[in-house]
Every structure is written in structure tokens, then in C-alpha cells.
């Protein structure tokens, strides 16, 4: 289990939005919340011999943007 | 999941969907500069092309210093952008020819759906992004009339119909 939150709150400089200094590379402002809330499962073993399987699920719920199961076998 | 029948080779492959949601400064609220290039109005200099072989001729209809435009755009966050989804896929051969020495070999298949990228670098001027543009102002024009272009004595000065541009967005 996974929950996660990051709070951007950075405003441009004020050379910036008089238009006396001009940035490039990277945004100028960014304001935004991500919240991520996920759940993980993982079996992993040997059904057969000589046979090895990993077999995993992930459950993410980001706020805002949606949801999104990502299985994968290994 | 790998297989190995004897202890001197094995048969491996994966197989995954992954996803990345977009951050807050894709998708929240934020802004960027960047440097766009040499920009050609499309309203101001709708044939740039038409006689390019000399630069001091000017294409019909053309103001000529709109043609060729230094501009710099302004890259929004874009609230409504979905997940990128990802599915990947490997497959590979271990070989241990030796106690000592493996030899490994893999394949990989990344397939990327849902990417983003920035609007302008998408579709250019006139797809995904717009001109900001000031106040109408005098600048020298090439008459319609002038099929077959304007030197920079059959250019007339006159006020532009619209504004000319300030940055892209």
C-alpha cells in the first residue's frame, strides 16, 4: 500500500512577469496537488520445475487524473 | 517468468503495462517560455514561399517583416491530459557456457500511448497553438496585384489588418 501527496506552490519572480527576465528550460510558475493512492500485489513461484513466474498487480488511484491498473509478469 | 531446462541455459521474458500520471506542471497550473524559432504569420504573410530564391523580393499580399518572426511562445498546463500508458515487453537467452561465464542477450518492446508533449512542438503554428498579437501597426505591404512579388520599392506602407504578433500560446 502506497499513498502519496506533493504540493507545488511556486510563483513566478516578479522579473519574470515584467517581462525584464526570460527563463528557458523549465517551467516559469507551477501551482498543483498530486495525490496518488495505490495498492501492490505479488505472487511469485515455481508452478513446474525448471519453470519460474513472477506475476504482480498495482492499483493507482491519482486525484483528478483517474485511475489505472498496471499488471505484469516476469 | 524464465524457463531453464538445463543449467547451462535459460529462457526469460517479462511482459508489463505501466503509466505515468501527468505532474502538476503538465497538468495543474503552470506556465513556460521557450524560444520557437523563426515563425512565418500566416495571416500577415500567407506566401512566404512564393518567391524565397531573393530576399528582397516579397511575395503577393505579404507584409515582408512578417515574414520571418523570432517568436516566443508560452506553454500552458493543460488540465484535462490523461495518463500516458506504457506496455512492455522483453524476451532473452542466458547462456552459462562455463562455471564462470554467462552470456546474456534480451530484447525490448516499449510502446508509449497518451504521450505528452508540448502543443507547439505537436502541430506547429495553426494546429495546437495561436498567435498573441498587439495593435495594428504600418508596415510595408506587397499589393495582390504584384503576382509575381514585390522588390522594396513596389512595397506600400499600410496600417495591418490585424495585430502583428507578440508571442505564441
Not at chain 2, 81 to 106: C, E, F, H, I, M
Not at chain 2, 139 to 164: F, I
Amino acid at each position: 500500500m502506497q499513498w502519496y501527496k506533493k504540493v507545488q506552490d511556486e510563483h513566478a519572480p516578479p522579473a519574470a512577469l515584467s517581462g525584464a527576465q526570460s527563463e528557458s528550460g523549465g517551467p516559469i510558475y507551477v501551482i498543483g496537488t498530486e495525490k496518488d493512492a495505490a495498492a501492490f500485489l505479488e505472487l511469485d513461484g515455481k508452478p513446474i520445475k525448471h519453470f519460474e513466474v513472477d506475476a504482480a498487480g498495482r492499483f493507482d488511484h491519482y486525484q483528478g487524473v483517474g485511475s489505472a491498473f498496471t499488471p505484469s509478469l516476469a | 517468468m524464465k524457463y531453464d531446462p538445463w543449467h547451462w541455459i535459460a529462457l526469460r521474458g517479462t511482459w508489463g503495462k505501466d503509466f505515468r500520471a501527468p505532474s502538476a506542471a503538465e497538468g495543474g497550473s503552470s506556465g513556460e517560455l521557450f524560444g520557437a524559432g523563426a515563425c512565418t504569420d500566416p495571416t500577415l504573410c500567407p506566401n512566404p514561399n512564393a518567391h524565397s530564391s531573393s530576399s528582397i523580393v516579397t511575395g503577393p499580399g505579404d507584409y515582408s517583416t512578417q515574414c520571418s518572426l523570432q517568436m516566443t511562445g508560452f506553454q500552458a498546463a493543460n488540465p484535462h491530459l490523461q495518463n500516458v500508458k506504457l506496455t512492455n515487453w522483453t524476451a532473452g537467452l542466458v547462456l552459462q557456457p562455463l562455471r564462470d561465464v554467462s552470456l546474456t542477450g534480451d530484447y525490448y518492446n516499449i510502446k508509449a500511448t497518451n504521450d505528452i508533449i508540448p502543443a507547439f512542438e505537436a502541430g506547429g503554428l495553426g494546429n495546437y497553438s495561436s498567435i498573441l498579437r498587439g495593435a495594428p501597426i504600418i508596415q510595408p505591404y506587397c499589393p495582390a496585384t504584384y503576382a509575381a512579388g514585390c522588390t522594396s520599392g513596389e512595397r506600400v506602407k499600410q496600417v495591418t489588418p490585424v495585430g502583428t504578433s507578440l508571442a505564441l500560446s
